[in-house]
T-cell receptor, first 118, second 115 residues
């Protein structure tokens, strides 16, 4: 079973509007971290934002915020005031507390492709 | 910028040829990772390292080996390249965000084509 599910293969948004990219996760751990990464067409993977399972407030980084709903096991990325440069693939990932030893692996979703229209 | 470089950035090789990809980091990070990225599969962990000469397998390690003789270098070797190993390969390091939190930062990637 997928541990990270991104149900939107592709999304479109008008420039300057807000957009929400969905991510649901599955874990039995009480402690875990959730991450979002951006991959533009140039190919690099760019870390955007992090949310810890015990964080009481939703994480924010500039125009990015993470809508964390623990009971629903969702960690949606919200991009406010979209810009043309936001067009990219966006990946959600999770690190479970069981991976706090030597293998600190991330579990990845398959990504959502976002296109920002002028 | 986590100071990660990968070489080569692009490579075309023939089936059966050995290939070595290099990941170099400048900031003394202990944990390093090799991933491959393929359409429909997302990122999959090949091997990881938790120190010099300390490495272990990830979820798709068959056909790959790694070595880490120095903190700054993590090498990925395809002993005998196959067309199924055509992919984009990313190296990553773990870095603390704050306190116990940490995330992974990625190198620019290597595009490998096996003919």
């Amino acid at each position: 079973a997928q541990k990270i599910t991104q149900t939107q293969p592709g999304m479109f948004v008008q420039e300057k509007e807000a957009v929400t990219l969905d991510c649901t996760y599955d874990t039995s751990d009480q402690s875990y971290g959730l991450f979002w990464y951006k991959q533009p067409s140039s190919g690099e993977m760019i870390f955007l934002i992090y949310q810890g399972s015990y964080d009481e407030q939703n994480a924010t980084e500039g125009r990015y915020s993470l809508n964390f709903q623990k009971a629903r096991k969702s960690a949606n990325l919200v991009i406010s005031a979209s810009q043309l440069g936001d067009s990219a693939m966006y990946f959600c990932a999770m690190r479970e507390s069981r991976n706090a030893g030597n293998n600190r692996k991330l579990i990845w979703g398959l990504g959502t492709s976002l296109a920002v229209n002028p | 910028d986590a100071g990660i470089t990968q070489s080569p950035r692009h490579k075309v090789t023939e089936t059966g040829t050995p290939v070595t990809l290099r990941c170099h980091q400048t900031e003394n990070h202990r944990y390093m990772y090799w991933y491959r990225q393929d359409p429909g599969h997302g990122l999959r962990l090949i091997h990881y390292s938790y120190g010099v000469k300390d490495t272990d397998k990830g979820e798709v390690s068959d056909g790959y080996s790694v070595s880490r003789s120095k903190t700054e270098d993590f090498l990925l070797t395809l002993e005998s390249a196959t067309s199924s190993q055509t992919s984009v390969y990313f190296c990553a390091i773990s870095e603390s965000l704050a306190g116990y939190q940490e995330t992974q930062y990625f190198g620019p990637g290597t595009r490998l084509l096996v003919l």
